[in-house]
């Protein structure tokens, strides 16, 4: 068969996808798949039914201008729909029982109780080699929160409009999550991909758009940043303390990290105070060598044990509580899921009346935890990673028990949070790597639970700001 005219051009470009598709434009009957460069199968063209066109979601986001995604039905798949690179997800029973299976078979009996213990003594240690190890190069910076979360929108910013304009949030880099057997799942790929059809090239664009919205600090020197870090560590009680103004909104990171979510929302928001917790010292180092850290001091970083502390900062449980949000993403799962109703104690005693808490975690039967294999288990859904960090994952009855959604009143504090729910549910997306015609399931929990309001009191009311002494 000939060759399409200009095809010499084109090839000049070694590797060039266009030449693929070019070539199978020139077919009279093209087959759905066609094996080209030694066996690696690339769908050239659609099928010559397209199947109908998907329903639209969105989730959390009523009222931003938010572009909906659009939704597999049951047992979809991507490879059936070239033209997209991710879609919203749907789960069946049947689907949620095959995964059930696959865990009981391949990944064996739970570790022995002195090891189970063991891991749960060197939490904070394993997660410091962490960030000795990754620093701050691991995690994302998590732009998209006040899309998904709409408590964090800034109060007086116009309904539907940012600092980066419309549309679903953005990922700086379109990269495939690591998910091999041993290796931490990347939960950058809960922050929303740049369109479902945009393909990964498409992502410099996104770049510029950000770049251009966002005014960042400028690079800062990683040898002088570790300085700093030492600094930090070693002369802790001697560094300044940063207390909110009156007018300040504050909000609760538990499990900061290095800031990944702290410093976005900084910028964003002049009137937000952050008291960012977290039990990793090296963490908590980084954060304050942040260059952001010390211009902004809308910031107080703390070395904090939300689970061996009797309580979080005392200067937060005063009058009722002092904190307006509480944000936990991805920390409740590195807790042991038996100790997270008393985290929700703590939480909701630090909270104002009214006052919320916003959760995105690991969801039941994510891919990430099909993953593992014998030797990972401390207990039912709850898992050992090879660095030495733990994940748990969440079913939405899981969270809602937790906090004691539906106890209220003190009775309820003893056994859970004692918190009201405003909105919980699962994050389902599917993605594809259309190099290898491979597409991979995640599952995320999202929840926002409030502080209830007593009788006669609004929101807010009896918490005055006072000054942090830690």
Partial sequence: M???????????????????????????????????????????????????????????????DIQAAPVLPPGASLLDHPELVWAEDTS????????????????????????????????????????????????????????????????????????????????EEYEEEKLEDGEREDEGALQSRPSPSEHPSSSSSSSSLLSS?????????????????NQSKGNDSESQINTPAPHHRILIELGCGVGNAVFPLLERDPDLFVYALDFSPRAIALVK????????????????????????????????????LCLCMYALSAMAPGKIKSVAVKIRAALKPGGRVLIRDYGRWDE???????????????????????????????????FGVGEGGEEGEEEGGGFEEVEVGYVRRQYINRGDAVTRRRVWVHARFEKPVEKGKGKGKGADVIEMNV
């Fill in 289 to 324: 060598a942040h260059p952001l850290y010390k211009q902004t001091k809308r910031c107080q970083a703390i070395v904090h044990d939300a689970v061996l502390d009797p309580s979080l900062p005392p200067a937060l449980t005063l009058n009722g509580g002092q904190a307006d």
């Fill in 92 to 171: 069946t029973e049947r689907d949620e029982a095959a995964a059930a299976l696959l865990c009981a078979t391949q990944q064996g009996a739970i570790l022995a109780p002195h090891r189970v213990r063991r891991f749960e003594v060197l939490a904070s240690k394993n997660w410091d080699m962490f960030y000795k190890h990754n620093r701050d190069k691991f995690f994302k910076d998590r732009h998209y929160l006040w899309k998904d979360f709409p408590d964090l929108v800034p109060q007086g910013m116009e309904e539907g409009r940012g600092g980066r304009g419309g549309g679903r949030a953005i990922d």
């Fill in 368 to 402: 990430a935890q099909l993953r593992f294999k014998r030797g990972h288990r401390l207990a039912e859904n709850f898992y050992l990673r090879s660095d030495g960090t733990r994940a748990y994952y969440f079913s939405v009855e899981d969270l809602r028990k937790m």
């Fill in 2 to 64: 000939p060759l399409p005219d200009g095809y010499d051009e084109i090839t000049t470009a070694a590797g060039c996808w266009l030449s693929l598709a070019l070539l199978a434009s020139s077919f009279p009957s093209p087959s759905p798949r066609q094996c080209v460069d030694e066996g690696i199968s690339v769908i050239l063209q659609p099928p010559p039914n397209p199947p109908p066109a998907l329903p639209s979601v969105t989730f959390s986001q009523p009222y931003l």
């Fill in 213 to 229: 919205s966002l005014s960042f600090p400028p690079p800062h020197n990683p040898a002088l940043q570790e300085q700093d870090v």
